[in-house]
């Protein structure tokens, strides 16, 4: 099954020459692209050697069994068998989700949106709690988040919330997240103590190059205008804050949330370019994304993909069907709890997608 990865022990051999030579250390372009191919191969080749080491000591206890007459030693023959036999088994797990195609954009940073939805201010504080639910989550990984653009409400809500996350794999584990997120709870604001549900949308959209989108200065209309929020705060006296539209998508993109013209515009580029590279997959993998509807990290961001129910301290993911009464620590930033089933889940469909 695995006898053409030879070819990955090669070259992770010529990238350690290459990388040990001092004309590459000398260009640090080259230096990091190496780097990065190398970390990418390593993985892959330890499981390999492991699962060749294995299948020598498997070959070497059956020839043991074979020419030993003497109990004990077959004994221990076999039992060597059974212990070579597993590590064949997992090795070879091991190594079938390593070769699956890894998505481009898991290793680039994000731009995450929430937007209040159905439910008014409930749903704008729900907004609040999943930001600030992101904003540990990153924190715990050891993620940078810069806000973008803030809309807030009178109680403290966010009506919509755009914030980069910088960090190593950010896309890889967020991207879970799009979608619809559904709260019930009862509002402060209910006096007979009825459970209301309400929900917000979040977009996670990995964060384009330069190069990857293409964008003439002709197609954009930058206007600037005076920060405003809720309460006073975020209020400029200059007109610092941004508005950009791409005139021929019509998207258009607000940052107010630094004091400089110069950084709410390179932000608001980011944001720019990250949706319009988002559009142009979506476009391109539509039938892909047609065939693995149902499938996990599917993206779409109209389903609703879990329940925040307060009252039972419950959290539910629809797409794998899991339930945590862990409510409070997952706000916290406790996600990986459901992360990592997630992953798991698509992994497994991908497989099974390719036997």
Wanted: net charge negative; with cysteine; hydrophobic share 35%.
């Amino acid at each position: 099954m695995f006898e053409h990865l030879d070819v990955f022990v090669k070259r992770l051999e010529e990238l350690d020459q290459k990388l040990y030579d001092p004309a590459t250390a000398g260009d640090r372009e080259l230096f990091a692209a190496l780097m990065k191919e190398r970390s990418e191969l390593e993985p892959i080749v330890a499981a390999y050697r492991a699962y060749r080491r294995a299948e020598a000591e498997l070959q070497d206890a059956r020839e043991l069994l074979t020419e030993s007459q003497d109990r004990a030693f077959r004994e221990m023959a076999q039992e060597e068998i059974r212990i070579q036999e597993e590590r064949l088994a997992a090795g070879a797990e091991e190594l079938k989700l390593l070769l699956l195609p890894k998505d481009p954009n898991d290793e680039k940073n994000v731009v995450v949106e929430i937007r209040g939805g159905t439910g008014g201010e409930e749903a704008a504080l729900f907004a609040y709690d999943l930001y600030r639910m992101y904003q540990a989550y990153a924190e715990s990984r050891g993620w940078r988040t810069e806000i973008v653009n803030l809309n807030e409400t009178e109680l403290g809500g966010f009506k919509e919330v755009s914030f980069l996350v910088d960090g190593a794999g950010a896309y890889s584990r967020l991207k879970y997240e799009s979608g619809v997120h559904r709260v019930q709870r009862v509002p402060e604001t209910e006096t007979q103590g009825r459970i209301h549900t309400s929900a917000a949308t979040v977009a996670v959209l990995p964060e384009a190059e330069d190069v990857e989108v293409d964008i003439d200065p002709k197609d954009l209309q930058i206007d600037t205008f005076r920060s405003s929020g809720a309460g006073g705060q975020h209020i400029n006296k200059t007109s610092s804050a941004i508005r950009i539209t791409h005139l021929p998508t019509g998207t258009v993109v607000e940052c107010q949330d630094e004091r400089s013209q110069y950084k709410n515009k390179d932000k608001a580029m980011k944001v720019l370019r990250a949706r319009l590279l988002a559009a142009e997959q979506e476009k391109a993998h539509e039938k892909e994304a047609q065939d693995r509807r149902s499938q996990v990290g599917s993206g779409d961001r109209s389903q609703r993909i879990r329940t925040y129910n307060f009252p039972q301290s419950r959290v539910t993911d629809h797409r794998i069907g899991l339930t945590l009464y862990k409510l409070e620590e997952i706000l916290s930033g406790a996600l990986d709890q459901l992360i990592d089933p997630l992953i798991a889940a698509d992994r497994a469909a991908q497989l099974e997608s390719q036997e």
